[in-house]
T-cell receptor
Framework: DAMVIQNPRYQVTQFGKPVTLSCSQT?????MYWYQQKSSQAPKLLFH???????NEADTPDNFQSRRPNTSFCFLDIRSPGLGDAAMYLC?????????????FGPGTRLLVL | GQNIDQPTEMTATEGAIVQINCTYQ??????LFWYQQHAGEAPTFLSY????GLEEKGRFSSFLSRSKGYSYLLLKELQMKDSASYLC???????????FGKGTRLSVIA
């Protein structure tokens, strides 16, 4: 029973060609996150949505955009991918409230830029 | 500022016990998480500590000392499948998202 689903699992794109990664969730969590993770590094938060409120990290390049059309779906758009954007992109969700903000991760999309 | 430190790599023998340490300095503290991440896969939730002390869950236990800014993850009866990266993450103050450490890569050898 998948709870956080990411499509596709692997994405190959060309330098400069826009690409969209998708995430959906069946947990009805109000917060959704996008992380970038490169080999042997910690996940790096790009942005998150608290309900419909978009929160961008200060060091997230303008090349990265996000959309959340409804509670269940969130998209990551990379407008002009560079070679340095090749990474694993992780979507996560959490429910704000008592008991801690445990984040549940999707399986990730591995992006390759040629 | 936010800073989380954990060892980069550790090696342990199958059947043994290993302790992975994490120290943190954050502007606030609402709890500490441990995640397991196998190579090429997403992190999966292992444990959450908000009060001082030891939380036990099967072969895995996690300890927290808030006054020392210190936590550890204890893995008992190690199995080969425990070879993975273990990420420490701190839930800071207000609405700031989790801050992740770089992870400790554990290799379990026969």
């Amino acid at each position: 029973d998948a709870m956080v689903i990411q499509n596709p699992r692997y994405q190959v794109t060309q330098f400069g060609k826009p690409v969209t990664l998708s995430c959906s969730q069946t947990l009805n969590h109000n917060v959704m996150y996008w992380y970038q993770q490169k080999s042997s590094q910690a996940p790096k938060l790009l942005f998150h949505y608290y309900d419909k409120d978009f929160n961008n990290e200060a060091d997230t390049p303008d090349n990265f955009q996000s959309r959340r059309p409804n509670t269940s779906f969130c998209f990551l758009d990379i407008r002009s991918p560079g070679l340095g954007d090749a990474a694993m992109y992780l979507c996560a969700t959490s429910r704000e409230g008592a008991g801690g903000r445990t984040q549940y991760f999707g399986p990730g999309t591995r992006l390759l830029v040629l | 500022g936010q800073n989380i430190d954990q060892p980069t790599e550790m090696t342990a023998t199958e059947g043994a016990i290993v302790q992975i340490n994490c120290t943190y300095q954050t502007s606030g503290f609402n709890g500490l998480f441990w995640y397991q991440q196998h190579a090429g896969e997403a992190p999966t939730f292992l444990s959450y500590n908000v009060l001082d002390g030891l939380e036990e869950k099967g072969r895995f236990s996690s300890f927290l000392s808030r006054s020392k800014g210190y936590s550890y993850l204890l893995l008992k009866e190690l199995q080969m499948k425990d070879s993975a990266s273990y990420l420490c993450a701190v839930d800071g103050s207000g609405n700031t998202p989790l801050v992740f450490g770089k992870g400790t890569r554990l290799s379990v050898i026969a």
